[in-house]
């Protein structure tokens, strides 16, 4: 997608909501919401941009610049699974793989998601 408009329009209507649903939800009055999906307004930023994309159910990054997977299911779809040159890698300093790997299948799926939605939102205020 290639404007705002375009993506917050794709993203509203799988959810079922209705723009006053989402100016409710991003605490900004009705007529800002009309100008982000008439073109007026070209980019969401700070806390607009987060509870938008909250709200919707996309990420963050999809939503403000049409990069990368619309969602985090997306996303995880996406993971590329380790080689064996990469298996000894490990990203964190104060998580250990062995603690990791001690998480169920669930955990750590959901730890995953949540480090995910964290670097969106991080890249996002960028």
């Known amino acids: ?16 909501h209705t723009k006053a ?27 607009s941009l987060i509870r938008a994309s909250n709200f919707l ?3 963050s990054l999809w939503l403000a610049e049409g990069k990368g997977p619309r969602t985090n299911d997306e996303a995880h779809s996406a993971v590329v699974e380790p080689t ?6 490990w990203p964190f300093r104060l998580v250990s793989k ?17 480090v995910a939605r964290f670097i969106a939102g991080c890249l996002a205020g960028r």
């Open 84 to 89: 064996a040159d990469s298996a000894d890698l």
């Open 57 to 59: 159910g996309v990420r």
């Open 1 to 16: 997608m290639k404007t705002l408009a375009e993506r917050l329009s794709e993203a509203l209507t799988k959810t079922g």
């Open 98 to 114: 062995q603690d990791y790997d001690r998480l169920t299948t669930d955990e750590q799926r959901d730890l995953d998601k949540t």
């Open 21 to 47: 649903d989402l100016a409710r939800a991003c605490g900004v009055a009705a007529p800002s919401v009309n100008d982000w999906f008439s073109g007026k307004t070209k980019s969401l930023k700070g806390s």
